[in-house]
């Protein structure tokens, strides 16, 4: 394996969900310098490429699709800030949470909607329908994310959240 790949591949081991352009920045290497020698990390299967929604994850190899996909979310801010708060509190309002949060309650709910699809979070209901967030596996949940920087997770790689709150899809290609 040549020094890039070993670099590339050691930098997706200790950031992994890391997004293509986080790569580029990161190793201060060239897009098809980067493009190149991940396709063939991929193609040795040294590492793993994921989408999730409208972004390309880097992955080592050896994690679950749970793990990905987890990994994936918390790349992204209000994600991540719910899942904290949901590991700390156990439990959230959605309307509380949104407020707390200081999002609206439809971003809260576009990411809500992510975490359950791939299931990291759950709705209860209690008798009168009223909803309550939960992590579907909190355990696995606190595991994995705290063997994350989340510092780094929250800087290198993740692409700029616009001030209008929009997150900008990025394309490894």
């Known amino acids: 394996m040549t020094?890039?790949?070993i670099q590339i591949r050691t930098y997706v081991d200790s950031h992994?969900?890391?997004?293509?352009?986080?790569?580029?920045?990161?190793?201060d290497l060239a897009p098809g310098q980067v493009q190149h020698h991940?396709?063939?990390?991929?193609?040795?299967d040294r590492l793993v490429r994921e989408e999730f929604y409208g972004r390309t994850h880097y992955y080592p190899p050896g994690l679950t699709?749970?793990?990905?996909?987890?990994v994936a979310l918390y790349h992204r801010e209000t994600a991540r800030n719910i899942l904290t708060t949901l590991l700390d509190a156990?439990?959230?309002r959605p309307a509380s949470l949104a407020e707390d949060l200081g999002v609206a309650r439809?971003?809260?709910?576009w990411h809500v909607g992510h975490l359950e699809e791939e299931g990291i979070v759950r709705k209860e209901r209690d008798i009168r329908n009223r909803v309550t967030l939960v992590l579907e596996r909190p355990a696995a949940t606190a595991a994995l994310l705290a063997r994350l920087d989340s510092e780094t997770v929250?800087?290198?790689?993740?692409d700029v959240e616009h001030s209008?709150?929009?997150e900008t899809p990025v394309d490894a290609d």
């Open 3 to 5: 020094d890039t790949r």
């Open 16 to 27: 992994p969900g890391i997004h293509f352009n986080g790569l580029v920045r990161s190793l």
């Open 38 to 44: 991940v396709r063939r990390l991929i193609d040795s």
């Open 65 to 70: 699709e749970w793990e990905r996909a987890t």
């Open 90 to 92: 156990e439990e959230a």
């Open 106 to 109: 439809s971003t809260l709910e």
């Open 154 to 158: 929250g800087t290198a790689g993740r």
């Open 164 to 166: 209008t709150g929009a």
